[in-house]
């Protein structure tokens, strides 16, 4: 069983940056795929970055070059740094993890959740 716990969320201007973070509680926690995913009210739970075990990443095009996802294996921490936002960035950003090896960015295969954060980027 992993718990997650997300925080950083706040609401910022457009232009500016923020970095989530994600507490992981697991013995086995470096060994995990790891991602972000966020839902907008009104639109369909999108993946934004994953990073597997070995430090490799995948990105959401429309996140590519804005975004940076990492993790501290030996804080159990996932992080998203998030630059150069958007109003469209505006929603509850998620971390998931899942035992399969590499998903990339379908949410189908994540076992777990954190609660979420909310991110509101105003114009």
């Known amino acids: 069983q992993v718990q997650l716990v997300e925080s950083g969320g706040v609401s910022v201007q457009a232009g500016g940056s923020l970095r989530l973070s994600c507490a992981a509680s697991?013995?086995?926690?470096?060994?995990?795929?790891m991602g972000w995913f966020r839902h907008a009210p009104g639109k369909e739970r999108e993946g934004v970055a994953a990073?597997?075990?070995?430090?490799?990443?995948s990105y959401a095009d429309s996140v590519k070059g804005r975004f940076t996802i990492s993790k501290d294996n030996a804080k159990n921490t996932l992080y998203l740094q998030m630059d150069s936002l958007e109003p469209e960035d505006t929603a509850m950003y998620y971390c998931?993890?899942?035992?399969?090896?590499?998903?990339?960015?379908?949410?189908?295969?994540?076992?777990?959740w954190g609660q979420g954060t909310q991110v509101t980027v105003s114009s």
């Open positions: 998931g993890a899942t035992e399969f090896k590499w998903v990339g960015l379908s949410a189908s295969f994540f076992t777990y």
């Open positions: 697991a013995y086995t926690y470096s060994s995990y795929f």
């Open positions: 990073i597997d075990s070995g430090g490799s990443a």
